[in-house]
């Protein structure tokens, strides 16, 4: 999509900070961290979320890609959390399929309420 922050962040037309990159998918940090450790893995193909009929292929690819990325960003050993946010209830704010890698610091019990 043309219009699309992400797609233009893995046609290289926005910079990012990458953390890791294959022909199917692109890691970079968020530029708007929650924790030390917060780095997001997208498609390069554009999905508006996980619920966007997704191969399973492509899927498997991304949670694959998660565990070097924890191993790139030190957080291998000490844990970290994936999550993906699906539609405005889920608090996606962006609608490309993206996978957060939170880590670097003890995450939450369970989640508060919503703000």
Known sequence: MDDCIFCKIARHEIPSTVVYEDETVIAFEDTNPQVPVHTLIIPKEHYASIASNVPESLLGHIIAVSARVAEIKGVDKTGYRLTT??????RQTVMHLHVHIL???QMPIRMGPAD
């Open 103 to 105: 880590g670097g610091a």
């Open 85 to 90: 946010n699906v539609g405005d209830d889920g």
